[in-house]
């Protein structure tokens, strides 16, 4: 049985040797708009990308096009991840892995469950709605209240991810959030019956 970590290794090769980036990025964005997920929707959780993700700023670009405000995540470590709102002008700084932030007053952040939407970055995902990260926990620890019976309205779970990322089975633990829908530049997969889906 091939381990997780190799699982992780083969998807983020494949994710960096994508021959279509930008185009499989506007695809996704297309993709959602056009399903009205977004409509009447305020709160967006999203973020920049990094080591090969699908780029979501098309979509973002969408959104606040829409008029939804954007949220990019905060490492607060050992506190769960929280989540800022930002305009193209907000200064970005790099966190702990280099990934960019905003840097924003502590008194701005919310916590997930203060957006509609959350638009996840994902290593790895199955047909069944389970999706893997970077192995830190940071989006699991976020929306753990989602793990709550039964599970709140908001925000619905969006993975955002190459067609190539799709895995026949992502090994699960009980603090693991499932998504509601993955989307990428070949398929739209729902996986709960919640808020805008149809």
Known sequence: ?????RLRTEARDARRSHPDPQGAARAVSDAVVAL???????????????DGELD???????????????????????????FA?????TPMVPNRYGILEPDTEPDRLVTASRLDVVLAPVVLFDAAGHRAG?????YDRAL????????????VV????????????????????????????????????RVGFR
């Open 144 to 155: 753990a209240f989602l793990l709550n019976a039964p599970r709140p309205a908001k925000p």
């Open 1 to 5: 049985m091939v381990s997780l970590s």
């Open 56 to 82: 979501p700023a098309p979509l973002v670009a969408a959104c606040r096009f829409g008029g939804s405000a954007v949220y990019y995540p905060v490492l607060c470590d050992p506190d769960p991840m929280r």
């Open 134 to 138: 970077r192995g830190r926990g940071y």
């Open 85 to 89: 709102p930002a305009d193209p002008d």
């Open 158 to 193: 969006v993975g955002l991810a190459y067609e190539s990322q799709l895995v026949d089975t992502v090994p699960t633990h009980p603090g693991d959030v499932a998504m509601d829908a993955v989307v990428t530049e070949q398929q739209v997969r729902v996986f709960s019956p």
């Open 36 to 50: 009205g997920w977004l409509d009447g929707v305020y709160h967006v959780g999203a973020t920049m990308a990094d």
